[in-house]
Structure formats: structure tokens, C-alpha cells
């Protein structure tokens, strides 16, 4: 083994992280532990039969193709399938505005690759998805977080940020923005408060990236217009993803933009991967053309929705008085807010005796905040285990506020 590794490591290998989400997850394994820390969708969802029979239709079909190399846009008649869906839900774009991605995350990636330097800021939010903080950081980029109401992203705090950024000549390259059921808060964000981010873009002439990968799992309430579509004029860059709509042992994923910016996409894409799986491909676009996925989809719905029902149930039944969460209208996450003297990290190390786990919602604040903020998933257990693990939370909540009472 070579003696100087640290040494010759590159700086973007140096600035990279280990996952603490992934992390977290080892300490899960232990069968006996309740685990809430995940962003797995329930495997019950896989819809493995009808996967087994399209697989073989493929391999039947068309199997040179499939086990081939494609093209780095991606198969022809996914993309063309997704770009009618697009379509008919409000978006004005073309096959030539779609690359095929191997899973949004690899988007993110791209995205810090095209437009990061080492330096450069880039604007998130307080809290946000720590794969695309991450991503960013990766690259160099420098986050700038910009604090939530219950809309999401406030707008007059980004206004000012931006403001104060431009006096310094130092404007961040994009807004890195969750719309929909956010990862982690779980929050969406109406459409007065997107048009308003948008047109605050628009005026200092940042791009933003609309990351889109729970829009689908609406349980309630109304669908919000996508920031592309409200937008209209090349200024936002949308992710989208299978994994949790579908499987995310695919890999599948999508961005949406402007044709100069998918174009940087599709050479970034070809220094990265050449192309994403044919195969998985193929299977995926005849599983949406034979109308599978929408019929899937609905049950995916269904079972989320009743799942999130018995996670607020079990929270309102057993939460201690001065904790709070929030009450998504879909996806698959809530925010918990314990009172702002405690910790979740100590509250962690209790949970995990008690054998309960969750994300300490920290880890989703670029500037080091929210230590009193966890996120919960209610997508993964059954609803008895939902039960069993909110009551194991919340008996550990209560030791540790105990614990403060005791030691003041």
C-alpha cells in the first residue's frame, strides 16, 4: 500500500464526506432497532413480478440493444415518454430538453461539476438535503443558508443575502431549492413563494435548481406548479428520479433544462459515465408504456398516506409537551423539533438504547444549526413497528428532558 496516500489525495478528495446518513444507517442494522433514519422507500412498493416478466420481454425483444452501450441523452422512448408526462403536466419542453441521468443524485453531481469552482457560493436552505450539500461541497462550493418559514425559503432573507453578496461582487453561481414534501422538513412550498424566488433570481440572474424527487407522492392538498413551468424562460434546472416513485435499485434519473445547459449536462454526463444502464432503461419505458407505473404509483399513494396517518396519530398520542413536527401533505419525511435547549445528538445516543434511531437534523444545516431539529422517515417501517418506534422516541425524549431537569 502506498505510504503517502493523504498526501497525493486530490483537494475535491479532501473535501469530500462520509454520508451521515449512510453512516448512521450501520448503527441501524441490529434487527431489533426501529429505524426512522432512512430515505428508503418500503420495499412492499417493488413491483417485482411484473418487473420479472417486462425483464424478460426485453432481453426477448430488443436484447442486443439492451445489454449494449446507449446514447448519453438516454434510450429514445424513455425520454420521450418522460417528455410527455412533462408535458401534460404544464411544462413546454422537448426530447432535446431531457437527459436520462444514472439517479438525480448523479445531477447534483453535475451540477457542481458545470458550475462550481473551488470558492464559488451557492444558495440552500436551512435545513436541506445533504446529498446535494454535499455534491456542492465536493466541488469546492461554499454553501449560503437561508432560513425557512412554514412556505419554505424565505424569500426576504434570500433578497437580502443576495443583496449584500452583490455590494461584495460575489453573487453565488445557483439556489438550490426542495419544492415539493422538502427533504427534510417536509414542507412544500406554495406557489406565490416560488414565483417570488424566481423572480429574486431573475434580478440578480442566478440559476436555480429544482430538485424534484417526491412531487409525485401528493397524499392531499393541492399540486403546487413546478418552478420550470412557472419559470418559462431558461432560468431553472429540474431534477427528477425513479428511486422513489418506482425502485431505486434502478438508478434512474432525469434532468430538465435549457438546451445550452443540457448540452454541458450530456458532456459532463460522458466524462462521468459515457451512459446510464440500457438495460434498466428499456425496462423502465415499457413498464410506463404498458401503463404499469401509474397503476403502481397510486398504491404507493395509498400506502404512504395511511402510513403518515399513523405516524402523526402516534405523535400526537405519545409526543411530551414542547415538541413539534411538521405535517406533510406527502414524500416521505417530517421534521421534529424538540425545545430549543436540548440536542438530538444526546438525545441519539439515548434513542439508540432504547432501540429507535433517527437523522439528527444538524447534518441537514450547512451552517451548523438545528441541533435541536431531527428528521423522521414514515415511508420504510410497517405501521405496527411506526407505533412501537414513536413510542420508543418519544419515552427517550422524555429521558432526556428529565435528564436537563435533573442537571439544572
Known amino acids: 500500500m502506498i505510504t503517502n496516500l493523504e498526501n497525493i489525495l486530490s483537494d475535491s478528495a479532501k473535501r469530500m464526506k462520509r454520508s451521515v446518513i449512510r453512516e448512521l444507517l450501520k448503527l441501524t442494522q441490529k434487527p431489533e432497532i426501529i429505524s426512522f433514519a432512512g430515505g428508503l422507500p418500503a420495499p412492499s412498493t417493488f413491483p417485482i413480478d411484473e418487473l420479472k416478466q417486462i425483464s424478460s420481454e426485453v432481453l426477448e425483444e430488443d436484447g442486443n440493444a439492451a445489454l449494449q452501450y446507449s446514447a448519453t441523452e438516454g434510450d429514445s422512448k424513455l425520454r420521450s415518454i418522460l417528455t410527455q408526462r412533462y408535458q401534460k403536466h404544464g411544462l413546454t419542453i422537448s426530447e432535446d430538453n431531457l437527459v436520462v441521468l444514472t439517479s438525480s443524485q448523479q445531477g447534483l453531481d453535475l451540477a457542481g461539476k458545470i458550475f462550481l469552482n473551488s470558492g464559488d457560493k451557492f444558495i440552500c436552505g436551512l435545513p436541506s438535503y445533504l446529498g446535494g450539500l454535499g455534491a456542492f461541497s465536493s466541488y469546492g462550493g461554499i454553501p449560503i443558508g437561508i432560513k425557512f418559514d412554514k412556505y419554505g425559503m424565505r424569500s426576504d432573507l434570500l433578497e437580502a443575502t443576495l443583496a449584500e453578496l452583490l455590494e461584495k461582487d460575489d453573487l453565488p453561481k445557483f439556489i438550490y431549492v426542495i419544492p415539493d414534501f422538502q427533504n427534510p422538513a417536509g414542507i412544500t412550498m406554495p406557489e ?55 425502485v431505486p435499485g434502478f438508478r434512474i434519473g432525469w434532468v430538465i433544462a435549457d438546451e445550452a445547459i443540457i448540452d454541458q449536462f450530456v458532456k459532463a454526463k460522458q466524462s462521468t459515465d459515457l451512459c446510464t444502464s440500457s438495460f434498466v432503461q428499456k425496462i423502465a419505458a415499457k413498464y410506463l408504456e404498458k401503463g404499469l407505473f401509474d397503476k403502481n404509483l397510486k398504491g404507493i399513494i395509498q400506502q404512504y398516506h395511511r402510513k403518515r396517518d399513523v405516524m402523526l396519530e402516534a405523535f400526537e398520542k405519545h409526543m411530551p409537551k414542547g415538541v413539534s413536527w411538521t405535517k406533510p401533505e406527502g414524500g416521505l419525511f417530517l421534521f421534529l423539533n424538540l425545545p430549543e435547549n436540548m440536542d438530538a445528538e444526546d438525545l441519539f445516543k439515548i434513542a439508540i438504547q432504547k432501540n429507535v434511531a433517527f437523522v439528527l437534523g444538524s447534518a441537514f444545516h450547512c451552517d451548523g444549526s438545528g441541533k435541536n431539529t431531527m428528521r423522521i422517515n414514515f415511508s420504510f417501517v410497517d405501521e405496527k413497528e411506526c407505533r412501537i418506534g414513536v413510542e420508543r422516541l418519544a419515552e427517550s425524549i422524555k429521558t432526556l428532558m428529565s435528564n436537563k431537569c435533573l442537571s439544572l
Request: charged share 25%; aromatic share 12%.
Open 192 to 246: 406565490f413563494r416560488r414565483l417570488e424566488i424566481i423572480a429574486i433570481a431573475k434580478k440578480y440572474n442566478i440559476l436555480i435548481i429544482e430538485d424534484s424527487p417526491y412531487r409525485e407522492l401528493r397524499f392531499e392538498g393541492i399540486p403546487q406548479k413546478m418552478m420550470y413551468e412557472l419559470d418559462a424562460s431558461g432560468q431553472v434546472i429540474t431534477l427528477g428520479t425513479f428511486s422513489k416513485i418506482f
